[in-house]
Each structure stands twice: as C-alpha cells, then as structure tokens.
C-alpha cells in the first residue's frame, strides 16, 4: 500500500505531525535546511513528536499546553536561525515566473479543459512533457522491470468496494469535513477552527487567560473526534468563511473517487487510489508464473487517484497522477540481496530517524555500510533506496539534491518494520517523491484473511530439518458425548488440524478456555494433544513485502526544475538541460541557409533518424539559426543537425551539442548510430567527447585549438573544417 | 469522438441494427462470411437497413411488418446457404478451450480481483501480457507519433460534465433500462421485451393474428420511447427474469461512469469515454504549439471507460481499456496528403457501402486506386487506412484476416463525410478494431461555441486574391427610432459582423424576416448591404478532423488469436508465433546440461542483452531443454539461447529461432547486434535467414546439408558445428 507517496509533500515551512494510519495521508516534520539550525530543526522534530505522543495518550491538556508552548518556542527560534543561514547549505532557487511560463508555453504542462475553465488539481501532459514522461517512465521500465527481472503487470483502476475495505482505504482514507449548508462549499473542519481562533486573537481584545484558553483548543484541532469538532466549531459559532452559511456536522470525508460499477448501480467502486492492491490481489497467481518461487518483484505503472481537498503547486498534489510501484516479495527471515554487493558502495544521503530526533545532520554513507551499522533494515530495503538513487542520477537528477528520510516511528504504520522516502529538492522544498517501505506481510495477510486464500509461499530446504510437531488426538468418548450426531465431523476436524492450528487449541486449553472450531465448542479434556518429531524439507511461509513506490508526475516536476536553466549570456534564454536519455525530443535538424537544395536534405536526415527511433524534429523556417536552436533549446533538445552547402558537396553535416554550444562535421550516414549512443537508445549513454572523438571540431572552438580532422579514425571526408559555416 | 471504438464489436452472428447516434454504441450488419452466401448477405443487410429507415420514417406499422417478414426470410435463407459453405472463404478456426487456457495460466491476461470474485468487464494484464501491449504500444507510438510527427498529449481520464455535455456524451450515451424494484438488477428494456415475447410465443397458443400482434411489437423494441416502452412492459405484465418482482419504469441509463470531483461533491464529473475530448480541448494550444499551421495531428494514448451492461468475450467488450487515437485537422477543401504517393500502391480488402448494400463482394483495390474511383472520400482518410494495415503487419497480424468496412449512410454522424472500420477476424468473427473517420468540423464547433473560444486556423496564401466582402450598413435613422438608448450598441454590433454573418443577416431579410443580434430583433430595411472587393493573403478556416481511432485490448487479443498455433507433433503444445517486434520476452537463455560451470554464463548472457534493452528470460531449471523451449513457445519467446560444454570453450552459443527451429552457432559477443536486429528494436526487422546467413546452422539441419561454418564472414569461431549437442 504506497499511500505515502504521491500526493503528499511537504515544505520547508510546515511541519505539523500526525499519526499516519495506513491509507491515510501524511505530513512530515520540518527538515532540516542548513547546519547552523539542524540541531534546533531537530529539537523541534523532537518536541513536535512528543507533544503527538502526549495527545494520543490522552495527557491532560495542560501538559500538553505546555509542551506545545516549548515546541512554539523552539520554532521562534528556528524562524530565526533559518534566516540568518539563508544562502547557505543546499538550496534550489529557480526564476519560478520564467519557469512557470516556460513549462506552460511550450506545453510541456498545461491545465486540463483550460476553455472549459479547467478543474484544480487536474493537468495535460502536452507534446514535449508527454514524450518526457514516456522517456522517465521508458528508463524506469529498463532499470527496474528488465534488469531486475520483475513481473509487470496491468491492472485496472476502477476498484470494487471489497479490495478496498480490505486494504483499509474505505474506512481510513479520509478526512474531517464541514460543508457550507447553502452553498455545499467544503472545508478542511480543523483548519477552519485554526484559522477561525486566529482571526478572532487577531482582531478581538483578550485577557491573557482567555486568549490561552483559545490557543489550547486550536492546538488541538486535528486530535479532536467528529462529534467533539463539532460541538466546538458550533460554540465559536463558526460559519463559511466566503458566505457566512451555516455549516453542516463535521464529517469524515474519503479522498477516493467513488462510482458505481455496472448497471445496477449495486456494486460500489472507487478508482484505485494506489496501483500496489492490484499486485496484491494477484500474488498466487504471480506466485504461480514464478514457479513458487520467493524472492521474486512484481511492478505495475499505471494512474491513481485521489480527490484531494486542496490541489496545490502544479504537479505535486493533484488529483490524477501516475505511480510506478514495486512490491518485492521476500520470505520474512531472509531480507539480503543476491545483487547487494553491486550497490554496497553507492554513497546516500541519510537523514535517519535520530538524526531528526537528534543532530539534525543529513549524513552520507555507502549503502554497505548503512546496513551493517544498522541505519537502514535491510540489504533488499538498501539495495532498492540504491536503485532508486541510480535511476535518478541516470535520469539527470542534481544528486546534490537528493536525500533519503527516514520515517519515525510515529509516522509509521504499527506492522512496518522500516520505511526511508527519497526526498528531491525543489523551489517548493523537500518533496518526497519515492517512497521504500518494508511492509512486512500487512497487505497479503489482509487480503488472505477477507477472502480465505493461501498466500503461502514455500521453500525447500537444502536439507530437511527436524521439527516438533504437536497433533490433536480427540477424545472419541467424550465428544460423542457431547456431540452425539456431529460427532463425526467434529473428531475429522480436530485430526485435520495442522501444528500452528493445534497450538491454538493447546493454549485455549492451558488457559482453562474452549476452543471454538467451526461452529463447535471444543472443552478443555476433549483433546489430548502429541508432539511427534518429524523431517521437513519444505517450509511454508507468507511473504513480507518491501516496496519502492514512485510519484512519476513529481518526478516529473523535479526533473524540469532541476534541468532548467538560463544562458549566461541572456538570463531570459532557457534551456532545459534534460539528460540525452530522457530529452523528448533527441535532435533538432535545421538548413543554414534558404534555398531549394536543403530541404530535401533536412527531411532525409529527419528520415533516416527516425527510422532510427530517434525523436527528431526539423525547423526549417526561416529564422536564423541562433532563433532557432533557442526555440530548441526552450525544448531541451540537447543535439542539433544543420545542413549547409558543405553538406550538399559531401554529405556531411554539423553536430551541435546543447550545453557546450560545440559542433563537429559528422557524415550524414554515421548520425543514426551516434545518436543512439549519445541518447543510451542501446544501453549506456556514451559521453559527447567520446563518442565525437573522431569528428573535427568546427565553429566556435575551431579558433581555440588545431582542426582535428587529420585524427579522425573513421574519416571519410577530409575537407578543412575551416570551411564550414557557423 | 471515437464513439465506434472500443467497446462496440460484431459478430457473424448478431445482425440488429440501430441508428447510431453520436457518442452511442453501435451494432454493425451481418457481414459476409463466404462467396457462395454473399450476395444474400448483401440482400439481408439491404432489407435490414430498409426496414431501420421505416421505422425512422414512422411508416405504418403494417407496412414495417411486412419488410421485417421479408428480412426474416432472407436472414433464412443466408443461414442455410452460409451452413453449406462452411470451409469455404476466410475462416478462423482455433481451439479455443486451449486458446483460453493457455492465456489465463501463462497469465497474458486474467480477470482482475479474482480472489475477491471478480467484476465483469475488468480484466488485468500479467507479465506477458502487459509487455505484448507494451511492445504494442511502442510500435503504435514509433509507427504513426514519430515517423508522422504527431503531437502526443496525455489528458486527464476525469472530466468535468460541461466537456461531455459540450460532446453530446451526456445527453446520447445512453441505453433504456429496467430495473428490479427489489433487488435493484437491471435489464435492457428492449431485450427484455424481445426475450418475453420469444418465451410467450413458445409456450402459449395463439392464433396466427395474436401470434403476428406479438411480432409486431417485438419487432419495434428498440423504436419506442420511454413511455412507449413503459406502457407496453406493463401490458405484458413482465416481470425482473430472474425473480419475478416488478420492474421500474423504463429510463435512459449513461454508460460513462459518474463521480465527484472535489470535496463539496457540486463537480460531477465522469471517466472520459474515449481520449479524443482531451484532443479538441486542447486544440487552440496544439495549433499555437505547430506554429499556427494546420495540417497536424494529435494522438493520444490512454485509458477509456464504459459502463457496458452486459460485457463479453474477455477483451473484446470491457469496462476499462486502452485507446490511441490519431486527430488529424486539415484545412476541409485540402485533404490531399503530402506522403500518399508513399502508400498509393498498398492493396486493401474493402468493403463499401455499396458492396454491403449490393453485390456482398469485398474487393481488393490499391489505395490510390479507392481515392481515385471514389470508394474512399479523400487522400488523408485512405492514407490513414493504410497506415493502420501496414502497422497491422508491422505488429504480426495475418494479413488474410484483415479488412475495411465502410459505414453506411445509416451507421453514421449526419456531420460525418466518410468512416471506415478496419475489422480483423477472430474466433468471435469480425471485428471492428480501429475506426477511421472524417468527422469534418463537428467536434471542434461545438467546443468553440460551448466555450466562445475561437477554433479557427489561418493559412497564408501564396499570393493575395480578390474576395467579394459584404457589409451590413445600419439604417442610423430607424435603429435610433427603433432602441433609442440601445442605438449605439445594434449599430456598433452590426459594424462589427463579418462577412459571414453578414450573410446571414441579409438571408432573414430576403426572406422578409428578422435577424436576432444580442437579443436585438433586426428587421429588413434597417441595414444597408454593400459588397466591396478586396485583396486577401490569409483565409481562415475551422478544421475538419480525420480520426484514426485503435482499441489496444482488442488488438491485442486479434493478435493473440492469429498469433496462436501448436506444434504439428502435438496438438496441445502451443506456440504464440509473436512476431520478434513485439514479442513479450525477446530471448530465453538455457543451460544444455547441468553442473556449475554454466549458471555463470547463463547470468553473462541474460546481462548482456538486458543491458542492451532486449528482454531476456533465464530457465536453468532442472527440466530437458526440449520442456524448457516448450514453456518458452507459451510464451512466444521467438529466440533461444543454449549453453553447453562448447561455450565453456570458445564463448560461443546456439542461437535457436521459434518457428522454424532452425539453429546457428553464434559467439556470446555477437548476440545483442544480431537480436536488436531480429527484433528490429533500431529499425526494421531483418528476417532470421539474412541475420544469421553469416553463422553456421546446427543441429537438426545438419544432416540435411553441408556445414555452412566455412562460409562465415564474421567467423571468430571454427569448431565443427557437428559437436554441438542438441
């Protein structure tokens, strides 16, 4: 059950806890931002935790108040530090206008049913930003799925009530609402009572007494049960904030999209709010395709959706966004990982659970020694966080500003064992966009239990072992006894029961109580119970889960600030410089000049490149070319192709990269298969310098340095690059 | 709108026949399914659409009657002559019991939410399954978005009410409904009434004028209105099938899915139909996105959903499925395309309207030919269709099984100038697959007017022409008599209409009548009409669209069946014969023998050409290679590679081809080249024979002819292949 990941983010500037129960959205404390406040960040972390504890127990308020006063203090006082420290440590500072109007211009985002007026939280992946989400998503596939041999699978969105019952999103994936009783307008219930004392503090004139009276019901708004809520909102006569309505009771509001499936309009439906209960559902038969075997992964990408109350901030909380979700399978006791020593030397940044609590310091570590040291549960839990890290790089992630964070254990589900989301920064601060989460066996058991399935796995031993097994022998007199005609069916069913079943009755027994089996109630004394010692070389078990689960549309979203930048030359010239990997469009291919020869030329190359399976697109009009590899460059087109008179004597052309503004002459029949290196089309991605090494540099550089076209190996031209026209 | 696609299918044997309403579900007629029958099929579906145009025209009911005898007869007749013809013509005969076994334990496709009892109508992919339609995909993506430029879009699957109300989906999507007061089961009023009827006829005593009384009104079932329908159930006294209780009313039942979007719940929203609404919306910032030149095409790959009432036939009629649809605008008098010359000469199946109504003949024609006699309306439309055949051979669909029907006149939008099916043939028969539509301007107008958003595109001419331009002069004197205080705005509106409106206005007044301006009544004689020559450059105009529309499930389960054939020697043991391209798992990798000296390989081997992005599969379980190549035939993996005591020695594998199971002998270092060949993963497919023409083959072949090892050119090896143990 991914559901931390994809509309849950947090700011630098929030930092509000609660308990997150499993389906249910969370908020993560405020992480650090620079060394000179993490250790106030994480005396704050500390205390905001503790003021959480002392509310789930229940402590008296004025404890609580009390707490609450030293966590507001140490905010102060944080506030502070934080602006005397800004400019220093990792930061992520983009021109967030030009941004905005670059991502929306050039269509690589754009708002849903814009002329129909558009729905918050709803977003189009226009031409350039669909063909870059295919391309993360494309690499993903690659680096996870087929190099790790996992099981994709396909499920459907539209989810029947039951799946999600099980799962535990029909009862806990909600929120408190109120509604305007006029209008229908929604509110957040608790954060209208926090805004609403706010306001009052604000304007109205209190005693010291009175005043801290009010403070001590906003500290506790989100702690309070519906009915309480609403006694409250009802005594400070609490209305809509933009109509002054009466509002309804406070009630629980699920965040899932609900419908009917079929036209009976009988069975409920929600679609899926996470795409992991589609592989749970289908372990056995996984199971099956695997040969039995366990470890094995299974992985889907696919939409999930979620209404969430306040859309916000682009792509970072919307309402219909895709997922990549893994869910890797492991027998409970056996968490290390074949390929752990590939990954034991990547260095991570961790911010661990004491560091929040403690330091406040993001320490970097090798992923080896994370594991022996204990920081992180487990290779197969590591071996992932590293994974991802990888796939992040390969992307064209700032690894400056990737960092992993670990969840306390408040923020944790009480079956989890570890749990470590990969937190990217952008404008908007830390977001978390992956989460690893080693699950235990949670979600098959749930799904086992609801519909009476085996999720065992098996696995045979090297060699068999001795087991004690205890086996129920029933006392025939007295059961006939008891229950004369079912005597049978009783006495069948006790001798059918297996060594765990058999300890149950064993206990019920020592414990004076009765046994309910089947409907009959089975006395102390009905059973004598035998320990027999047998070989086994098979061993049954249910399977825990770890589960890396990716937010694409943040991903999505980090990708294009991280790659955004400006030309030194004109801060209002962008580039975005995507990774040749995931570059929606791979080359640009332009005529230097006009005239009737080159077009002809332009759509061979265009041809013969996208023949290649290279995304390729020709701007032949008749600007200059400088206009127009800066309309490239506003796409992230990180090659270009320009064909001149040159080209028409001997077949050759300039090749431009992006971010050096470099150029070589390459012969038109040898671009297909450097484009496919440079872009990883065929594996890994090889560098400019490298793959080039043979072609003469031209244009700019030629002045900087000798023509290097008598070096070149594959040479099959040997005009002076003097010639060539920039 | 691609409301003909995916859901919709047609068999050999259904043969109904309704008035297709825009964004309604259609059936299709009876197709041919032999030469001997043809022209009575062609008989049957003439009377049939006869017999439609009656009842549309509300001729009396007599009349109908005595044409619906006349379609009964003829229906007759074709039984009889199409049983005798079976065996003869195209025909698609598989095991299906196997077919559908094999699919459901190899997990392609199984039905979603098993363990819970399933839904109808939602089916998940498994691993093989959802790489087939992933390879699919990619195909469909490189075939028509890359090598034709499109601009892919991904858009949301909610949407808002107003977009589909805008598309006509809110109001005509519908079916008529009866429910079960009690339970709440819903039946399709017009079936019902059909099936009661049946059932009375059968088992009651009737006079041959009550019996005719009864035909009379099942002939009608899905003629009447609501209340028509309502007021005859009653009479009927039908009751719920299944329990006997009361029905309700009869009422229009949406198909789309409804939900909430947002908290207050005031959104409603629905999961889109089809893809092609995101398209149109988006519309003007595509046409800004291509630089405000029109031709383009948009295409869109994504989720559809429909509430079917009765789904079927695993993938063919289901809830939730996936959609590429191509929007392809063009200026409505130019629908020449550029690059027909390149598709003039593919030869097509077609089946026109006037074959369907005449001869039954379906005739193979070039596509320059069907442009030019006029069977297809236009060059775009006809270079469409043969886009959509050549990637359905590109894919590995059999070419005999494939064909274009054309809509009758019937079957279409009143808006619509030309469509046609493309429909493949499958155990279930034909089937509609891909619609390709010229819908002109329709969807694009009523966006632009729902929204008072201008739709149009502008096209430089290349020199000034002169146009005749009218204008409306407002009468000052009678306007200001006439609205006093208004005159300034009639005046100001009628100096601002242009010259189409202006049209407009002057046909109300040569009619005599009045022209409605902003709630202004304007009456003859208040204007003045003058027209003025003038030189224009730039024409602007409303697109028309062309729409290729693909049911991805469809497709895959078309190619599923005509991929699926077993082994000669054993009618049990399947084969999938995927072509390589997109062939779920590209090459499997075997260990000839056991002991350790192989495993090591067999994971260098599945590393190196997973890292060169083909899809491999390792079986080094314990079973003969033989059982081992027939799980790897399951799964359609068109190429093996065997490990045995030789490769320990000179680093060289068999490379085994599915079909032929022909061998070479290939050194390790020269497989990921020759596969990314095979699968054509860097362009086109290069055949097994002209790949591997440099290698020796091996194995079974040896005896039949000379070691071709010494001819090898690329030869690094030189063992006699005579060796290598099979």
């Known amino acids: 059950m991914a559901s931390i990941l994809a509309p849950n983010m947090h700011f630098a500037k929030t930092g509000s806890y609660s308990v997150v129960e499993p389906g249910k959205p969370k908020e993560a404390p405020t992480p650090s931002t620079g060394g000179g406040s993490a250790a106030l960040s994480a005396a704050c972390t500390r205390q905001a935790s503790t003021v959480k504890q002392m509310k789930k127990d229940g402590k008296p308020a004025d404890q609580i108040e009390k707490a609450v006063e030293e966590l507001k203090r140490l905010r102060a006082e944080l506030a502070v530090a934080e602006k005397a420290n800004a400019g220093q440590g990792t930061e992520h500072n983009i021109d967030r206008k030009l941004f905005d109007e670059t991502v929306l211009r050039r269509m690589f985002v754009v708002p849903a049913f814009e002329i129909h007026g558009g729905v918050a939280g709803l977003f189009d992946y226009g031409p350039p930003g669909c063909a870059l989400k295919q391309n993360i998503v494309d690499q993903w596939r690659r680096h996870f799925v087929l190099e790790e041999k996992m099981l994709e699978m396909e499920c459907t969105c539209l989810t029947p009530e039951p799946v999600l019952k099980t799962s535990g999103h029909v009862d806990r994936f909600t929120d408190l609402m109120v509604k305007d009783i006029v209008t229908g307008d929604c509110y957040r ?250 699950r235990a066996c949670y979600d098959l058991t749930v799904h086992a239990k609801a519909t009476n399935t085996s ?119 962008v580039v975005f410089q995507f990774a040749p990997v995931v570059a929606p469009i791979k080359c640009g291919v332009y005529n230097l000049q006009s005239g009737s020869k080159f077009p002809p030329i332009v759509t061979r190359v265009v041809d013969l490149l996208t023949q290649a399976g290279i995304s390729t697109k020709a701007d032949t009009s008749g600007q200059s070319v400088g206009r127009r590899y800066a309309r490239a460059d506003e796409l992230g087109v990180p090659f270009g192709v320009t064909v001149d008179f040159d080209t028409v004597e001997d077949d050759t052309v300039t090749l431009r990269e992006r971010d050096s503004m470099t150029q070589r002459r390459v012969p038109i029949a040898a671009l297909p298969g450097l484009l496919r290196e440079l872009c990883g089309l065929d594996g890994d991605v090889v560098a400019w310098k490298d793959a080039l090494s043979a072609y003469p540099e031209v244009g700019a550089s030629e002045a900087s340095g000798p023509i290097t076209l008598e070096t070149t190996s594959r040479g099959v031209f040997s005009r002076p690059a003097a010639l060539v026209k920039k």
Chains 1, 2 share one sequence.
């Open 189 to 438: 219930a608790d954060k209208l009572l926090e805004d609403h004392i706010d306001d009052l503090l604000e304007k109205g004139n209190f005693s010291s007494s009175e005043a801290d009276e009010h403070r001590k019901v906003q500290r506790q708004a989100d702690a309070y049960s519906p009915e309480e809520l609403g006694a409250i909102l009802e005594k400070y006569g609490i209305k809509a904030t933009t109509t002054g309505n009466d509002l309804t009771k406070p009630f629980a509001f699920n965040l899932m999209f609900g419908t009917k499936i079929g036209p009976s309009g009988a069975l409920t439906g929600f679609l899926r709010p996470e795409t992991a209960q589609g592989l749970f559902v289908n372990f056995k038969r996984l199971l099956d395709y695997n040969n039995g075997r366990v470890p094995f992964a299974a992985a889907q990408i696919g939409l999930g959706f979620r209404n969430e109350i306040a859309p916000k901030n682009g792509l970072l909380r919307v309402r219909e966004f895709t997922m990549a979700e893994i869910e890797h399978f492991v027998k409970p006791d056996e968490k290390k990982h074949p390929k752990f020593a590939n990954v034991s030397n990547v260095t991570m940044k961790l911010f661990d659970r004491d560091a929040q609590l403690g330091t406040g310091i993001v320490s970097s570590m090798t992923c080896g020694d994370a594991v022996a040291k204990g920081t992180i549960a487990n290779e197969t839990l590591a071996y992932f966080m590293a994974r991802t890290q990888l796939f992040m790089l390969r992307i064209g992630m700032n690894s400056e500003k990737l960092r992993f964070r670990q969840h306390l254990s408040t923020e944790m589900a009480h079956y989890a064992a570890d749990c470590w989301d990969l937190e990217i920064l952008t404008a908007y601060g830390w977001v978390e966009c992956v989460g690893h989460a080693d």
């Open 455 to 573: 999720v065992e796995a098996q696995k045979m031993l090297d060699k068999a072992v001795e087991v004690l097994q205890l086996t129920v022998k029933p006392d025939r007199k007295t059961i006939g006894m008891t229950f004369k005609k079912d005597q049978k069916a009783v006495c069948s069913a006790l001798e059918g029961l297996d060594s765990d079943k058999a300890a149950e009755v064993e206990k019920a027994h020592s414990a004076g109580q009765p046994y309910e089996l089947d409907g009959f109630s089975i006395a102390p004394g009905m059973v004598l119970f035998t320990r027999k010692k047998k070989m086994v070389q098979v061993v049954k078990f249910t399977p825990s889960v770890i589960e890396p689960s990716f937010g694409v549309g943040r991903i999505l979203h980090a990708l294009l600030e991280h790659s955004f930048s400006v030309r030194k030359e004109d801060a209002q010239r």
